[in-house]
Structures are given as structure tokens and as C-alpha cells.
């Protein structure tokens, strides 16, 4: 046992409680990972399914004592909105039309929120949740994974600093090829939800996938769209909403975009790319090999930079966990949207002010304009490929 | 010496002429390694240039005597015409605005013509052209080259097949970055003549390579366009026509298209690249990779095809020239539209039938839907980025 | 809260002391993230650092109460040894010459061990260890990474599975850069600590690295190394051990091995290549692209395998925690040797029998025979890079 | 016709024969299209084939009159000798035992010479002809195809002016796959001669493939191999010569080379890749991408050098002969050989003193050096893989 006369120092830690995520569930297991990353937060409560007994399974399986596993999630906001010992936020992870009622509870009850993407089915649902939490004066992660990565974030330093020149022309694209086949029709539980108007909402592709082109261009570039032209085509027999979109976008500045994302694209698992080309410079970015960025320029030779070898930013350097050449993935990205979002609120907890960096988490604002452009490009798709203004 | 009690065969040759093709010019000589490359054809006469030194120095430099150096393409067309060894094709290699009345004067002269794309620049003087070669009964090679390629002659029969199932979606692209800034005010000889309405026509990166897209397209799948919508942008200032363009393609069965090209993407060479994704299979080709091609199956782990090493469909595997592993490129596809062109033409001179593989070369039929190709897009995008009729 | 009603059942987890690791240590923290991965271990005392304040600040971080924090290693074996709710397991991540004593200390006081690589300085300390593990019925896990990731595990099953044939040749190397300069002179601590002999042993770069070869060559086939003749080179001026290693290695079976290891290969960040070539069919697989397998056969396409996507072993299927195209890598690979570890001592504390699965973490055996490999690649250098039997 | 005014120049043409390269003979007709590439030679004589036949209907076919086609190359040696309009010089293609006898007769007859590799079966052969060809002032070209590629020169220029720094160490590799089964017993002629003492001489992959390891790697670097150690494998039962070889080399400034050649590494079509690493950069270039070179500093982004995109040295600068991003390959190397002989011999012809690089090809002295490699790694291998002295 060590000494007692060294100095004792407790850091700071965060509760959270987590509506959804049951056994079986695969993006509540990616969020408990993701938040346990660093050790700076524990699951103290839940509701973990519309099922009691496999709320407590999941529940007790996860340490958590029967105490405070609940029944619904009212039961859940209401009481541990009254416990002394109350959570510090809680993490939504059921389909896409309960956010909005469930993270609604939440904020009621005070508590920050994280929730997954897209953030409701409504923009008028999103645009009350982005209201309420101001008001409130709390804070609403909307879980879009791949800001998360280190070489994205130094991609948005260079384009900020002008290293791309002005930016002309985006090109990013999101095939996948996992629904080339009626997959929904066997039970399949990803697929099942995903293609369902009734749980998923108006779009399949473009609000699963599509969305996160949207978002990735937006914090990159900060650029606003000003209009699109959106054909979705729903290539699989039997299915009812679409499975792959094409959309050209003009932003508000006179730069042009054209946004492919798909899930009948055989050979591809998860392919999201992006390519943004500036009058000086270009950049590439491949969530599949994320550890790396290409950067070309005019005049000299075409640039790979590296996570750890290469320097980065002073922000996205503070994101890499280990030395170049280990791969860091698809955990580590989502454990970094965590990572910014527990390190403000500890801060905001220990009477600090964020920094900007500390803000560097997706947003309410960001969730609510995902969900304006998936209902824009469904409105340009339904009247025929037409132009439509954002 | 051999014995003179041998037995003598001397293998038919053809004897060609160009037009266009001066010192100083890009495609002229590729025209010409491509022609010489299986070393059955010899260029023996030309008019390489308005200019009659430049003609003169040229031609001698290759070995043509002065008597077969004309002073303009009339005169060529016409003496060539009275010649008793008069030639048995002529190559254009002039600005796209002079192939129409070039062609026009080689076909009323009874000769076979070889020229590049886009054929015309009007889609009524390629199908006069059109019409004059069928009234003559003369052959007309438009120069598509990157059809020439092996592995894109296996793609298209696996396509045939049906080896990819039903096809669902296309999407190709044809980046550059040669064209990032105003390259033609310097004077730069290709960025000049390409960038002038005068000579190039009503479009640059769709006529110049965008076209390319068209054809490949149409060549692997057999597809007619039902509908476009193109939106073609001007990136660089002080550039009168387009430098980028996407387009949005519908074909008549259904099937659906994305097509992107750009002289103006940063880090870009000449990366032209084809991906076709269908129910079953898909295959991604790239220009500058050309001696592979990517296949992926649904429900088997991906493949990659090695010319020369992988097996190739009867008539694609007569293309290669040389083992795997040792890289044919630019000139050799080039080659493989003149042996393809040539091989029918001895075919023809030695009264054989040619068979479907001695006709696989670009024709003045595939030159004129590229010409209609260019003239929809400028349509569209002229009004407003619209969806225009096929 | 949830009905007292329904069934409760409080799964089996696993408590666990750390040595070493303290504060701006890089592998401790790594293996705090990997036990904690899957949520089945707690990390519950610790002596972090011959430093006692740096262990209480490092273990309060850690939520470890001041009471089961102590001020060295006997101690805390001792202690722990003696505590009713002891531990399951220790983790020993201190520098290479102190995990002799360290491990001995633990086993002698009845608990598991894992223990980062190499396992000791000399190959009589590793099998001392080895016989002490296996008299007390001791598990000890030496943490070779690499041989975590699912792919590598397909691959291994496919190699006794026969896939490939006959092995006739190994090409494995692990090139580095980071001690391409005398960077140990500016104090950088992995540096300082891996270029001394006086803590790191006789080798450094096939101590380091080069012994990771040897492990994952081992770990796929099987095959036992004869003999072999290493050239151990000291590129960089000023360092007193190895930076850069050729290896030669004759197996008992005919096969033969070519190594390579290198920190002194500009360019590379951690790029850890493995091919192995059969009769029928080679395996290509990088560390740094560690979620795909390039399989190539005699006669057929080459495939690449990805994971998540393509059928894997019924074993290394296990393993994956997300879909494919989501990149798993280097924690999830290193939290997949504490998976398979922690899942088997759950299975004994629960009274069941392990599977050969159960069992597929790197041992002290393979530890081991990892020591001997680099006393013997040491010994055939200094005796002027002759053979030496194994 | 053109004016009879103008002023007219013809330029020098050289004319060559062939020995070796009849129908059916792969290197024959890829030395014809590469001296052909630019132009400026002619094949105006040769003896194909021992079969009188066979030399005649090859001959034909290239346009070839039957009084210059030989029943053997002494005669042809001979006859072309006593010509007023003789040859410049003569290319042999015959096997490897062959060039010995065919090349000095050609000397003595006053021929310039361009010879395949290895240029002679034992190295005394070779310093004979070295001694001849010095004796008689005669160029001597040894077509070591690969440093003819514009990436491979501007690597060795970046070297040449220290961008490496002081080089340290050379990964040189060069595997094939095509005699992974016993392919010489199936009758396939390329199999049958090179796996033939008694045709190819006493080793079969380091005479084929290794050899053109160590041509390259002198030519980038000029270094002397010191000493080597080498085991050559035979892995294909039935086999007699070396199908696989592992070769460590003792540079004399005290840098150190690792050498792999195989032919039966399944996956590998031909597939030469060169790793050279320095001080301060690295570079990186593969046979089978050609068009670029991979260069890695240290403390900055890796770099991807495109040909005809970026800067290339003056010299280098010279060989490209297409835009970038148009692949240029294995002919167009082979042409880049005779390229630089065929200018050379006209700047000869014409009186001018050849500068350094109109010298740059492969000589006599490079093929002597080439062939003490091979009988050096084959004694090493003999004796037991030891170290033996260059």
C-alpha cells in the first residue's frame, strides 16, 4: 500500500444511462465502447429494450443493478431525473421515429443527450429538440461517427487555413452493397428497420448514408447548399424506399457538389470517400483506410499523409491514441466523438469554458440540417429529379 | 542466302496517308506508332500541315518522299484518288471543327478514313458522314482508344454474358487537372485549340473527355441514353467553355447513370474510371491501372483480373501482346483499335468475310451518338441543368 | 425500475493488477483499453511506476482506491496473494529486463499472468518461467499483437487446412522508421529504453520487432525453425545495438524463411508484411491494412478477402465485433488476445473445459521460443552472419 | 505535291539485323516493335531461326527481300560485312548459350551489337567480348530492359545528387509465379530453354530474373557488390536448376542489399519492385506501376511521383513520350534502350560526340558484371549458402 501522506487527487467522472442497445442491437454496443474508450465515464442505468426481461439481462450483464434498469424510458427520464445522484447524460440508440419523443423526455428532465443520426424523421421534430435544448441550456450530440476521425479533422484545418485555394468542386460518394438483395424480406433486423417507412422514415439510403455525406461536406467545408437536383431509385424489386441515390448539389458560394451513396453497390462494405478540389489543392479521404489522407497539389508532387508520422494540426493532433502505422479505426472515430463531447461536459462540470475545440462534436444544428436535406432530396426525387431549393 | 528452293509468301500490307499531324502535335504521332505497331502498314504520303515547310520537314523526317507531301488536303484527296498505288486509308488528326470536310472529301474519293473523336462537331455533319460511308461502302474509324484496352474487351463480354446480372447502376468518371488554371492564356498549344468554341466546338471537357465516358459506356453495356440532365460548369475564370461537368444519365431500360468529368481536379492525370454494378456481380476499371480489372460478386470475396494471367474471353485474349506483369498502356490500346481496323481492312483486300471481332472498332455510327451526346449535355445545362431527351 | 419478478443472472467477471504503465507510459494504456473492450474485466490494484506518487496519481486516474495501490511489485503480489477477493490476473508492462522477476514473483503467488513480449532476456529466465507456469497450473499470455486480428487467424486456418499446399517459402519483414536518426540521444523515453542493452537485452530491432516475424510465421504454420543466419546492422552512428536485420531461416521441413526487420526503412510507419507461398496458393497480409486478406491461387483470379464480408473460419469468425468496411485495428486486434485470454479463465472459474479456440493466445512456450530466436540471430551476426542451428 | 522550293533534309536512319527471334519467339518481336518505336531504324537483313524456312517466312512477313536472309550467322556475319550498304549493327536474341559465338562474330566483322541477358553463360566470355568490342571501338548493348523506364532514371538522378542521403540499405525483389508447376515437362518453349543447363546456363532465377536485381540496383546506385551470400532453392520436384533464391549483399562502402527472385511465388506475375533507403528519403518503385515512384523523406509527407505530372530531372525528362496519367510500359521501356543506342550510333554517324546520357544504356561492361553475379551466387549456393567475395 502506498503512503498516505502523497497528495490525493479524484478526476472527474461522468454517468450516463442509455435508452435501447439490447442484446442483439449492434450500434448500442458500438456507443458503450465508445464511451468507455478513455475510462472516463460508467453505464449506471438504462432501459435497453421495450422487453423487461432483456432490459435486465443486458442490464445485469453490464454490471448495472436492477435498481436502475427501467421499465420504459418515461419511468427512466422522470426518476432519474429525480435521484440525487442523477446521470449526466443519457445516450439514445432505438430507430430513427423515437428519437425525437424519447430525447424530448430527456431534455425536460435536464439531462444532455446523445443521439444516434439521423436525429428524427421530422425537421419541424428536430428543429423543437435544437429549441428545447437551448433553452434548457444543454447539450445534444447527434452521433455522426465519422467527423470523428483525426485525419478528417486536420482536413478541415487545411481547408480553413486555405491550403485548398477556393474550393470548386466536391465529390463524395457512400456505396455499400449489403441490400443487393432483398435482405429485409428474411428477417434480417438491420434491414428490416432501415427499409421500413414506419421506423426508419421517408428514405433509407439517403437518411442512412446519404446523411453522412451531407454532414462529413458540411463540417469540412462549412459550405451551405443552396439548391439540389436528387434522383433516388429504389433498385431492388420489392423494395419501398430507395437504396441508391445520386445528387448534384450548388452551395450557396457558386461551388458544385455531386453526392453518390448506395446499397446495391456490389464489392463495396462501407465506402464512404470524399474528394474536395480547390483552385490550389486537393484533398482525398477514404473512411476504409482512414488513418491516411491524400493531398495533391498543383505544381508539385501528390502528398499521403500519415496519422502520427505526419504532423498534424494542433486539434486533430490531439486525437491519435497510438504511433502511426496502428491502425486506428471505426471504434476509435466514435470513441472520439465521446471523447470531446464527456471532455466539455467534465469541464462545464469543473466550472471551466469550452474552447472551440471542445465544441468539436455534431450538434443539434447539425442534426436538424441532416434531416432538412434528406427530406429535400426525397421532395427533388418525388417530382422528378427536379431542382429544389434547400 | 536462303535457298531459292523455298517456298515465297509475302503477307499483304496496307499504305496509309495522314492529314493533321505536324511537328509539334501530340496525336499525330501517337496515330503513327499506333498504325506502325504490328508492323503491317506504311504511311507514305500526308499534308501534316497548312503550313507546306512544316509538311515538307515532316514528311521527309519520315521517310515519305516529297512527290507524296501535299500542299492541302483537297489536292491530297483528289491525286491520291488518280493514284494507281493509292492508299488504302487516310488518318485525320486535325481540330475537331476540319474533320467534317476532310472526312468528306477522303470518303468522295473512295478511301477509308481512321479519325479522331469527336468526329464532327455538329451531329448533322456526322451523320452525312455517316451516310456517305454506307453510300460508298467505305469503313470509318473513329478513334475512341480507351476501348482498345484488353481488360475492357473482357469486361464487356463478361457483361454480355450476363455474367453481372441485370444491370442496375453506372458510374464513371474522366478527372483531369491539366485545365486548374488558365493554361490557354499562356499559349500552350492543346489548352488553346480545345478551349476555343472556333475550333473546338460548343463544349470542352464533355467534347473532349467526357465524350470518352459516352462511348466506353455504350461500348460495355450497349445502352442507349433515354435522358440526360448535365450540369457543365466554368471553374477557372476568363474560360469560355466548360471545364467540369456532372451528368445524370437515365437509359432506356431503366438502368441508371453518373458520369463525371473535370479538367480542373486537382491531382488528377488522366484517371478515367469505370464502375458497373449489377444484381449479381460488378467490375471497376481504371485507364491508368489498366491491366487489371476489379470484379466482386455478391456472396464470394473480390477478384482481381490480371491480363495475361488471368483467363480472358476468346476475343479479348487476342489482344495482349506480351506476358503479365509487363504493362501495356496508352500505346498499346491505341495499337489494338488500328490492328482491329487493319486486320479487317487485309481481310477485306484478300476477299475474306470479317468476322464480328475483325469489326470491333469504334464507326462512325459510335462518332455520331457521341457528337448527339455533347449537344444534349450543352442543352441541358444552357437550360438550367434540366433532364433533356435522348 | 424493473419487475423483482423476472429472472436475474449476474454473469462472471474478471478482476485484474497491473505493473507498470504508469502515467505517459504507451503500452500500459494500451492494455488498459484492450482488457477493458469487451466489459468483462476491472482493473482493480496496481503499482504503476517504482515512482509512489506517480501510482497513486496514475491509479486514482483509474478509479483504483489508495488501499490496493502499491509501492513495488512484492509487495503487491504478496499482499494480493493474501487478499480474500484477490485478483484473476496480473499484467507485467515494464521494461523487457524486468519481467523476469516480476512474472516469478506473481506465479509464485498463484496468479495468471500476461506479460508484454519479449517475455524475458534469456532464454533460460523464459523457460524457468515456462516451468514454473506449469507447475503451479498457471495460464501466462506473452502479448504478441498481431496474431489478434481476425484475418490473420483465417489465414492460419486456412494454411492447415491445406489451402495453399505445400509451404515452400516465407517473405515476412517489419520495416520501421522512427529510429532512422540517433533519436535515443534527444531522451525520447520508447527510445531510450529500447536502444539500451541494459534494459532491453542484446537485440533491439529483432528483439523488438524482428521477434514479432518469428512469432506470427510460427503462429501460421506450425513450421519449426533448423537453423538460421542473420545479419544484424547498426546503420545509425552513435547506437550501440541493432536498428536493421536480414534473416535467413531453413525450417525442418525443407520450407525456407526470409526476414526482414528494420528501423531505419524511411518511409514506414509500422509496416509489419507477411507472405506466405504454397503449391497451390499464397496469402498476402499487412498489418496496416490489417481488415483485408489478399489470397492468391494457381489458375484463378486473385482474391482479397475482407472482413465482415467474406466467409471466414468457423474460429476466426468469432472475432469481428462490427460489419465489414467499419475498419477494426489495433486496440480491437490487441483486445482480441485479452478476449480469447479472459474468456478462458472465465470458462475454468465457471468449471468449464476450454476449446483449442479457448486456448489461441500466445503462451509462454511461444514466448519462449520467441527469446531463443533472438539469442540466436545474435549469436550467428557476431560470429559474422554465419548459420547457426536453432 | 509540295513546292520544289522549299528546302529539304533527310534525316540519318540507321538499318540493323536480327539474329534469333523467328515465329513463335516472344523477345524476337519485342525487340523489332522497340527498335521500330521512334522511327529511326530499319531491320533490313537477319537468320531467324536455324530452320532456313522458318527465317524465311519470318523475314518475309517484315518486309524483308530474300537476298538479305541467312542460313546461319556466320554467313550472315560474313556477307553483311562485305556490303557497301551494311547494317549499323545487330541485334542477337537467340538463348543464352548462343550469344557468345554470335556476338564475337559480329565484332569481328565490324558490327556494333545489341545482345540479350545474360549477356554470356561464364563471365570469361564476357571479358572476351568486352575486350573485342573495346579492341574494335565497337558499342555493346546488353538489353537490361528496365532501367529504361523515365521513373527508374529520375530515381537514380535523385540519388546521384543526395536527396537519399547516404544510403543504407537496398530491399530489391523480383517475383514471378510461371514455374510453380513443372512447366518445362509440358514442352512450353520459354520453360524448356530457361530451365535448361544446357541452354540457360548453370542457374535458371538468378540468371533470369536475379540478374536484372543486380543491374538495377548498380544502376541506381553505383555501388560494388563486396562479398555475398545466396541460397538458391529448387522447390519444384523434378526441377534442376534454381527456381527460388534469397541473396544477403556486402556493399563495399559498408551498405548493405537483400535479394529475392522466385518464380514460384503464386500471386506474382513480374512483379520487380526496388526499395532503396537513405539517411534522409527512401524511394520506392514496382515494374508492374511504372509510371510513378514513391518517395519518403523524413519529417514530411510521403511523396508520389507521376510521370510526365511532375518534374523530372533533365535527363529523365527527356524519355516520356505521352502526357501523364497515359500509361507507358514494358515497350516503351525496351524502346527507351534502343532509343539511347540508336541515337548514340546516328550523333556517331553524324560526327558528334555523344554526351553521358546519350550513353545511357546498358553496356558490355554492365553484362561481364552481370554474369559474375550469377557464377558468384551459384558457388555460394554450392558451398553450403556462405558468404564468398565479389
Redesign the interface.
Known sequence: ????S??????T?LTYGMVGGGEGS?IG??H??AA??D?KTDLVCGCFSQD??K???T?????IP??????NYV?MAR?EGARENRIDFVVIVTPNVTHYPIAKAFLENGFHVVCDKPVTVTSAEAAELEKLAREKNLFFCVTYTYTGYPMVKHAREMIRQGVLGEI??V?A?YP???L??LLEASGQKQAAWRSDPARTGASNCVGDIGSHIENMISYLTGFKIKRL?A?L?T?VEGRILDD?A?I?VDYDNGS?G?Y?S?Q????????FRV?I??????I?WS?????YL?????G???????R???ELSVHAGTYP????????????AFANIYKTFVTMLIKKKEGETPTEGDLDFPGIGDGRQGVVFIERCVESSRR????VDF
Chains 1, 2, 3, 4 share one sequence.
Not at 422528378?384 to 431542382?387: F, K, L, R, S, Y
Request: aromatic share 10%; net charge negative; proline share 6%.
Open positions: 500500500m502506498i503512503e498516505s502523497l497528495t490525493l487527487k479524484n478526476p467522472r449492434f454496443d458500438v458503450r465502447k468507455a474508450f475510462g423487461e426481461q432490459t435486465l439481462d442490464g445485469l450483464g453490464l454490471g436492477p435498481s436502475r434498469l427501467y421499465k419511468d426518476e470548386r468542386f465529390n460518394e455499400q452493397d449489403w443487393s438483395t437536383c434522383r431509385d433498385m441508391n445520386s448534384m458544385k455531386l453518390w448506395s446495391i453497390a456490389v464489392g463495396h462494405d462501407n465506402d474528394r478540389y480547390g483552385s490550389k489543392a486537393s482525398e473512411q476504409e483506410n482512414p488513418n491524400k493531398v495533391s497539389y498543383l508539385k508532387p501528390t502528398e499521403t499523409l500519415s502520427g508520422r505526419d491514441r497510438i504511433p502511426s502505422g496502428h491502425p486506428e479505426g471505426y471504434y476509435e422528378g429529379a427536379i431542382w
